[in-house]
């Protein structure tokens, strides 16, 4: 089983918008903090956190993504969003949805449940 799900990537111009959402299906007995990694392509890239969201729906964001995205949790449905405006080439990645030890997603290495990622590539 796949503790998280992601959807919603796909592919759109510079400027356009895509939402991604998530699904925990794996139950947690605690609310986790939650959060949105991307990881782009080429050799030396690392999973970087993008936005995070604590149990109580406090957000902190990666600068380079401030007030374009919008992270948002929905802890009846067990649900995490992503809403991203203003898209960029340097936007396109692998988009992970995770959920994390501490009060944010704060790396990698705060994460330990992952889903399998989606694709969002921007271009021209």
């Known amino acids: 089983d796949v503790p998280l799900v992601e959807s919603g990537g796909g592919s759109v111009e510079i400027g356009g918008s895509l939402r991604l959402s998530c699904v925990v299906s794996?139950?947690?007995?605690?609310?986790?903090?939650m959060g949105w990694f991307r990881q782009a392509p080429g050799p030396g890239k690392v999973r970087e956190i993008v936005?995070?969201?604590?149990?109580?729906?406090?957000?902190r964001y990666q600068e380079s993504v401030q007030g374009r995205f919008t992270v948002s949790r929905d802890n009846e449905k067990n649900t995490l969003d992503l809403r991203m405006n203003s898209l960029k080439p340097e936007d396109t990645a692998t988009y992970y949805c995770?959920?994390?030890?501490?009060?944010?997603?704060?790396?990698?290495?705060?994460?330990?449940?992952w889903g399998l990622g989606t694709q969002v590539t921007v271009s021209s």
């Open positions: 794996k139950y947690t007995p605690e609310r986790p903090s």
């Open positions: 936005a995070s969201v604590d149990k109580s729906g406090r957000t």
């Open positions: 995770a959920a994390c030890t501490g009060d944010y997603c704060v790396s990698r290495y705060a994460a330990y449940l």
